[in-house]
T-cell receptor, first 113, second 109 residues
Framework: GAGVSQSPSNKVTEKGKDVELRCDPISGHTALYWYRQSLGQGLEFLIY????????KSGLPSDRFSAERTGGSVSTLTIQRTQQEDSAVYLCASSPGLYNEQFFGPGTRLTVL | GQNIDQPTEMTATEGAIVQINCTYQTSGFNGLFWYQQHAGEAPTFLSYNVLDGLEEKGRFSSFLSRSKGYSYLLLKELQMKDSASYLC??????????FGGGTRLMVKP
């Protein structure tokens, strides 16, 4: 079966532009997570969805970041007015439900010039 | 708050045994994960401990002591392909994972 997929795999954008990152979780997985990993750094939790709802958005770095999930499946992470410090690999993971192993996608490498 | 500590780097010899420690102080605890991450790749799951004790899975074992806020990952019969970063992650209520900074393991011939 297919794993978690993310698109695009690489994105280069200019400072100030908006970007949208997409995550397709494993079919049937109700929980979906977004993480960010800056070069040489650990994983930083951003937000998670249980179904279509995100109970806790406090992990998002700023109000320029937003995420949504519709139909209990695909999720998009949107970064408005990108800044150079947003450059990182954005990882998505899904799990069958609460308290389950998370399966990671390959990530989207975002570079803001 | 969440605080997870693990060594930044370790070096070991092919065929040897290495133990990677992880200590944590977290508000709420449901379980502890270990992930392996090769350079430039996404993390992959290694183990999940909920109860105290040792979980063995092939060459890899993971230990948890909840009272001490301590876990370790034990790798036996090291192979060159085991060179990677090993991430300790604590799961709190709501299945939110907080990751440590990772331990970069270098296996030398």
């Amino acid at each position: 079966g297919a794993g978690v997929s993310q698109s695009p795999s690489n994105k280069v954008t200019e400072k100030g532009k908006d970007v949208e990152l997409r995550c397709d979780p494993i079919s049937g997985h109700t929980a979906l997570y977004w993480y960010r990993q800056s070069l040489g750094q650990g994983l930083e939790f951003l937000i998670y969805f249980q179904g279509n709802s995100a109970p806790d958005k406090s992990g998002l770095p700023s109000d320029r970041f937003s995420a949504e999930r519709t139909g209990g499946s695909v999720s998009t992470l949107t970064i408005q007015r990108t800044q150079q410090e947003d450059s990182a690999v954005y990882l998505c993971a899904s799990s069958p439900g609460l308290y389950n192993e998370q399966f990671f996608g390959p990530g989207t490498r975002l570079t803001v010039l | 708050g969440q605080n997870i500590d693990q060594p930044t780097e370790m070096t070991a010899t092919e065929g040897a045994i290495v133990q990677i420690n992880c200590t944590y102080q977290t508000s709420g605890f449901n379980g502890l994960f270990w992930y392996q991450q090769h350079a430039g790749e996404a993390p992959t799951f290694l183990s999940y401990n909920v109860l105290d004790g040792l979980e063995e899975k092939g060459r890899f074992s993971s230990f948890l002591s909840r009272s001490k806020g301590y876990s370790y990952l034990l790798l036996k019969e090291l192979q060159m392909k085991d060179s990677a970063s090993y991430l300790c992650a604590v799961e709190n209520a709501g299945n939110m994972l907080t990751f440590g900074g990772g331990t970069r393991l270098m296996v030398k011939p």
